[in-house]
């Protein structure tokens, strides 16, 4: 058995919110504090490195690295990696329409997947534009591209306007708050421990893969360890994915990051997809939708995913999830669907340098 790695979240959080007076601003403003980066970096941000590379009236994109941290046990990246890169500049958009006080939240995010992404992608960035906005709601869409500007992703996002009472002043002066500095690396950047290597392509039924997982046999891919993420339970066609809700995970928001519940529901979803391919298959996620009802809370408690396989035909299956607090209360449902490849292993899944659409 795997000797268990010290989990990141044990380790003191990084990262620090902006005030409540940032939505004393119009939202026209907060862009420009954000332009002129003059907000600190939340948690999540010094978790993954997800940061902004440009904010503009019509435009906002944040670029996320392609760290080994990303991994599946097979190498590439889950398909809701995207997420994590999305999520952030979807919102982003809508903030010139916001009136001091309003913020946006996710309602809906509808993901569609173009092609895999891994290390060799060396960057996803994620760019978002405004599609209708009103008093109540907004919609947007994002494509999500890897350095050399081929598309891996396809979103939309349907977001609610809400507005904090009382409305909070506005802040006397605009100016960065000093940020720490750390001795260490932040976890995307350090080197791999030795226990989550050398990655291997699976070599038996996807089955018996996953109960290694769950066993502790099997580290089960870098992304798990960093995300705190903990596969409990795996029968054929269903799982239960569990992580310890720390305060990692929190965005600017001081909740859980939107785009990390995206790719937490998808990670459940390939799982379940993955218990049903027979030894020197694999599966490739196709799209997910994804609705948030209400906030993921980082208090230190488990959160569950169980995902459930509801179709499997010969090269194609469709799965639901949903995501459950600590309380049982549902925080996210999810459904999507896979191309089941039951000739094509694991390591055969490659970052290919040709350029032809869908098939790299």
Same mark, same amino acid.
């Given at each position: 058995m795997t000797e268990p790695l010290t989990p990141i979240y044990d380790e003191p959080v990084r990262g620090t919110y902006p =005030? /409540?007076?940032?939505?004393?601003?119009?939202?026209?403003?907060?862009? =420009?504090?954000?332009?002129? $980066?003059? %907000? +600190?970096? +939340?948690?999540?941000?010094?978790?993954?490195?997800? @940061?902004?590379?440009?904010?503009?009236?019509?435009?906002?994109a944040w670029e996320l690295p392609a760290s080994p941290w990303f991994q599946t046990a097979a190498g590439p990246f889950l398909g809701? %990696?995207?997420?994590?890169?999305?999520?952030? +500049?979807l919102g982003g958009v809508l903030f010139p329409h916001l009136e001091p006080g309003a913020y946006p939240t996710s309602s809906e995010l509808s993901m569609s997947f173009l092609r895999p992404a891994g290390v060799a992608s060396e960057?996803?960035?994620?760019?978002? @534009? /405004? %599609?209708d906005v009103g008093?109540?709601?907004? #919609?947007?869409?994002?494509?999500?591209?890897d350095a050399r500007g081929r598309v891996v992703a396809h979103m939309t996002s349907r977001l609610f306007i809400k507005t904090i009472t009382p409305v909070p002043g506005p802040p006397?002066?605009?100016?960065?708050?000093?940020?720490?500095?750390?001795?260490?690396?932040?976890?995307?950047?350090?080197? $791999?421990?030795a226990a989550l290597g050398p990655l291997r392509a699976g070599e038996t039924s996807g089955i018996d893969a996953l109960r290694r997982i769950a066993s502790g046999e099997s580290p089960g891919g870098p992304f798990m360890h960093l995300f705190g993420m903990r596969l409990t339970e795996a029968e054929e066609? =269903?799982?239960? /994915?569990?992580?310890?809700? =720390?305060?990692? #995970?929190?965005?600017?928001?001081?909740?859980?990051?939107?785009?990390?519940?995206? $790719?937490?529901?998808?990670?459940?979803m390939t799982f379940a997809v993955t218990s049903t391919i027979p030894a020197g298959g694999s599966c490739a996620a196709l799209d997910v939708k994804v609705h948030f009802l209400r906030p993921g809370i980082a208090d230190g408690r488990e959160l569950e995913c169980r995902a459930f396989v509801v179709h499997r035909g010969r090269r194609f299956a469709v799965t639901q999830a949903e995501l459950l607090n600590p309380d049982g209360k549902p925080v996210v449902i999810a459904s999507g669907s896979s191309m089941v490849l039951a000739d094509r292993p694991w390591g055969s899944i490659v970052i290919a340098d040709e350029d032809s659409p869908g098939d790299d």
């Open positions: =005030s /409540l007076a940032w939505l004393g601003l119009h939202g026209r403003d907060r862009m =420009s504090t954000g332009r002129a $980066l003059k %907000i +600190p970096r +939340p948690p999540m941000h010094h978790l993954t490195g997800l @940061r902004p590379v440009a904010i503009e009236q019509d435009e906002v809701g %990696i995207s997420a994590l890169a999305a999520d952030a +500049p960057k996803l960035v994620a760019r978002a @534009r /405004l %599609i008093r109540t709601q907004g #919609l947007s869409e994002a494509t999500v591209a006397d002066e605009l100016t960065l708050p000093e940020q720490p500095v750390y001795d260490t690396p932040d976890p995307w950047e350090r080197p $791999l421990p066609g =269903s799982v239960r /994915l569990v992580i310890h809700a =720390s305060e990692w #995970l929190n965005s600017a928001a001081r909740a859980i990051y939107g785009g990390f519940l995206a $790719l937490f529901v998808d990670a459940a």
